[in-house]
């Protein structure tokens, strides 16, 4: 890596032309990433695949995986219990707003100040819900 005066790296700029060409040999000829940098003495961990993306036909830097039809089933099966489990929650929630509201407005109408006291004495209280 050469340097300025300043530290900085110096800047290489390589043509679209070169570009084509090197993601073309690398897609042709099965050869690594790191192997056709050393080959044409190109910088940078990510400049290469960078290149493949932007220029390459598809064929290399994707992963492709693949699913039994029972992994594919087995997704589908979490999700929708994920769906069922995420709205029962919201339910709950709900429900557990609306008691905490109708505890205070009902404690609001009795005289009660104290709710949390309220509702620790009720719930030493057989019968009687918190």
Not at 27 to 46: C, H, Q, R, W
Not at 62 to 82: C, F, M, T
Not at 87 to 113: F, M, P, Q, V
Request: aromatic fraction near 6%.
């Amino acid at each position: 890596m050469t340097t300025k005066e300043h530290g900085r790296r110096e800047e290489i700029r390589y043509s679209e032309a070169f570009k084509m060409e090197v993601v073309r040999e690398l897609e042709v000829g099965e050869i690594a990433f790191d192997a056709i940098s050393l080959k044409y003495g190109i910088k940078g961990n990510g400049t290469v695949s960078r290149w493949v993306r932007q220029y390459g036909n598809g064929t290399r830097g994707k992963v492709i995986r693949v699913e039994s039809p029972g992994e594919i089933n087995e997704l589908k099966r979490l999700k929708a219990r994920v769906r069922r489990l995420e709205s029962a929650l919201a339910d709950a929630n709900i429900d557990a707003a609306l008691e905490r509201a109708y505890t205070r407005l009902a404690c609001k109408r009795a005289g009660i100040a104290d709710v949390a006291g309220f509702k620790k004495k009720a719930a030493g209280q057989p019968g009687m819900k918190p």
